[in-house]
């Protein structure tokens, strides 16, 4: 791991501030209380806008619309109309949106250790 790191380390000031965009633009992404929840919720296949309110829980139309555009907007969810009556909608993770998984599982497996360590710390 150290290894990687150093091989990515910046050299000078202006790579260092560069060498953060893609974390930066990553956490834009996925950051918030939703888009997570979003993605992982579609994991198992397309659901209209109403089964995923359901699933997600507390979140809003108005959120959960607005989260959707946003990971629409950057290709993760795909935005499918039927011509049935009345119109339904559906939404699925693209292709694009499946390669997120190993990084929320990498995100799951470090907060799940990081939740133990904190833990066990308040037990002390």
Same mark, same amino acid.
């Given at each position: @791991? ?9 050299h000078?000031?202006e790579?260092?501030?560069?060498? %953060? ?6 956490l834009d992404?996925?950051?918030?209380k ?5 993605t ?23 959120m ?8 629409? @907007? ?12 009345p119109?339904?909608?559906? %939404?699925?993770?693209?292709? %694009? ?23 066990k710390?308040?037990?002390?």
């Amino acid at each position: @791991m150290k290894d990687t790191i150093h091989r990515i380390a910046p050299h000078n000031k202006e790579e260092c501030k560069k060498s %953060y965009l893609p974390i930066r633009d990553t956490l834009d992404i996925v950051g918030g209380k939703w888009k997570l929840q979003i993605t992982h919720a579609l994991t198992d296949g397309p659901l209209r806008f109403k089964e995923l309110q359901r699933e997600i829980g507390a979140v809003t139309a108005r959120m959960l619309s607005k989260e959707l555009k946003d990971l629409e @907007m950057n290709e993760l969810v795909k935005r499918q109309v039927h011509a049935t009556a009345p119109v339904t909608v559906e %939404y699925s993770l693209t292709e %694009y949106g499946k390669t997120l998984k190993p990084v929320v599982l990498a995100l799951y497996t470090w907060g799940n250790r990081h939740r133990e360590r904190i833990l066990k710390g308040k037990k002390k």
